[in-house]
């Protein structure tokens, strides 16, 4: 089994920056088996969407809606994915989760970042 903790978030003005982390934690063998890595958001009442993904050979994918605004990083040694999240906008608010695809799909429990105007 695989543990995802999830730190930063918090609450921010419009055009500030934020940094979430997120460590796995586990069993090692389920852990190495870990491809990608990322981030998806859900705001109240909307499905949650992808943000971010990093794979294990360092391949990001961005939402349209974040490019150029956030930048996604990892470290295969701490087994931990990061989102560096700038200008970030009203619209940014939401509950973010890290994500792991290995042997199945592993959830962190989520933070809340909220972005004020």
């Known amino acids: 089994q695989v543990q995802l903790v999830e730190t930063g978030g918090g609450l921010v003005q419009a055009g500030g920056s934020l940094r979430l982390s997120c460590a796995a934690s586990?069993?090692?063998?389920?852990?190495?088996?870990?491809?990608?890595m990322g981030w998806y958001r859900q705001a109240p009442g909307k499905q949650r969407e992808l943000v971010a993904t990093i794979t294990k050979s360092g391949s990001t994918n961005y939402a349209d809606s974040v490019k150029g605004r956030f930048t996604i990083s990892r470290d295969n040694a701490k087994n931990t994915v990061s989102l560096q999240m700038n200008s970030l906008k009203p619209e940014d608010t939401s509950v973010y989760y890290c994500y792991a695809d290995g042997i199945r799909q592993y959830w962190g429990q989520g933070t809340q970042v909220t972005v004020s105007s």
């Open positions: 586990g069993n090692i063998f389920s852990i190495a088996r870990i491809n990608a």
